[in-house]
């Protein structure tokens, strides 16, 4: 009986421990839960209270304008960082451009290098004298029909038929008339969708057979676009020309240079042919225009065409004669606005005296018999003058230079042929 007393004592109290144990568990845990959350919340709330802190701490620095230098500093950084980075960049594009620069050659290269010759032995404008509708008194015939026109307030040679060829009409046709320097100048006009013309370098009716190997080939074509060359199979293109060029109707220059076997041809202000060593040998001059056909609104227009004999260097002429006598400098019919083909010799003016800086010109205008005193003397000042104008807006100083012009006052040929009118009309470089 004690022991069943003793063994209930003691599961009692086994009981009721346990059920303490775990009342005291619960409540425990009870007791963290609230302590951990109670934790949290003022953790919480800290940081709240630090962000909110930190806010008004940057709204009070902006007022104070604490915040826009930070803020400028910070874009100042940035700047500094881009402009460092800039420069990098430059410095390497620099250094490439440099190196390109060391790579790539210095070129000088003159695409209209041409000096008309000195002395006139052969022009034909024409003249307005010639009578309008008849053949040109200065050429001769060789087939096709060819008359005078007055085109545009000028008179022409006009190509009307077939294929017309002229020749100058000289006394000695028959014999080699082109000197060993010469050169040869003329306008002409092809019309829309025209052929082209043949420059021939010998006499085709009188020189054909002067004992010359490939005489008959000793021709060039020109058409607009570019100048083929047949002796020597050359061909030049001008390269502001394109085939739709070469069909548009329009005035076009051609100069021809010929020194001791070279020869140059130019096609406005271009030089399109250039061969150091000609194979013939010219003798003469023929022109003809391909398939001229005036009911076709196809006729060929020629004017102001002249042969001259190339002469001295210029700066061996100023040591000898002190003087520079130019007639290759043009202008338009009564005025004193510079030709672009006048370019040659002032080009070549310009040079000397860049290379010799003691030189100083005095620029004169001279002009032939035609119209009267008083208009020829105001022309050739204006002429002189223009000169003058120009070779100073191209670099030299202008306490180098002065202009001014003596009208027909000074020939130096007769003014009864138009050879002579042609080297009365010039200009000169007078050494002072």
């Not at 000289?170 to 080699?176: A, W």
């Not at 076009?252 to 000609?278: C, E, F, Q, W």
């Amino acid at each position: 009986m004690k022991k069943l007393k003793l063994i209930l004592i003691l599961l009692f109290i086994v009981g009721f421990s346990q059920n303490t144990e775990a009342q005291f568990l619960k409540k425990l845990q009870k007791h963290a839960k609230k302590k951990i959350e109670r934790e949290a919340e003022r953790r919480a709330e800290r940081r709240v209270d630090k962000q909110i802190d930190k806010e008004f701490d940057a709204a009070e620095d902006m007022i104070d304008g604490k915040g826009k230098k930070k803020g400028k500093k910070k874009k100042e950084k940035r700047e500094k960082r881009k402009d460092a980075e800039q420069s990098k960049d430059d410095s390497n594009n620099s250094n490439k451009d440099k190196k390109a620069k060391k790579k790539a050659p210095k070129v000088v290269w003159s695409k209209f290098d041409f000096v008309p010759g000195d002395t006139v032995i052969f022009e034909d404008m024409p003249s307005s004298d010639e009578e309008n509708g008849e053949f040109p008194s200065r050429w001769d015939l060789v087939k096709g029909q060819v008359e005078i026109a007055e085109v545009d307030g000028e008179q022409v040679l006009m190509f009307i038929d077939g294929s017309p060829e002229i020749i100058p009409f000289l006394k000695n046709s028959k014999e080699d008339y082109l000197p060993e320097v010469f050169t040869i100048e003329f306008d002409f006009y092809k019309p829309k969708e025209g052929n082209r013309i043949s420059v021939y370098l010998y006499d085709t009716k009188n020189q054909e057979n002067l004992a010359y190997p490939d005489y008959s080939d000793m021709y060039m074509d020109i058409d607009g676009s570019q100048v083929s060359e047949k002796l020597n199979g050359v061909n030049g293109i001008d390269p502001k020309m394109n085939y739709q060029t070469k069909l548009e109707a329009r005035w076009i220059h051609i100069s021809i240079a010929y020194t001791k076997g070279k020869l140059k041809v130019y096609m406005d202000d271009t030089r399109v042919i250039n061969i150091p060593h000609y194979t013939g040998k010219p003798s003469g001059l023929t022109l003809q225009a391909y398939w001229a056909e005036l009911s076709e609104n196809k006729a060929f227009y020629f004017k102001n065409i002249r042969i001259a004999k190339g002469g001295v260097k210029y700066y061996d002429r100023v040591l000898s004669e002190g003087k520079i006598i130019v007639n290759g400098i043009k202008f338009d019919v009564n005025k004193a606005t510079l030709r672009p083909e006048s370019m040659g010799p002032i080009n070549k003016i310009y040079k000397m005296m860049v290379k010799k800086p003691a030189l100083k010109f005095s620029v004169e205008g001279h002009t032939d018999a035609d119209g009267s005193d008083a208009t020829n003397l105001a022309l050739s000042k204006k002429r002189g003058e223009a000169v003058m104008k120009k070779l100073i807006a191209m670099g030299i100083d202008s306490a180098r230079l002065k202009s001014d012009g003596f009208g027909e006052s000074k020939p130096i040929a007769e003014n009864t042929t138009p050879e002579g009118k042609a080297n009365n009309r010039r200009v000169e470089f007078v050494k002072f």
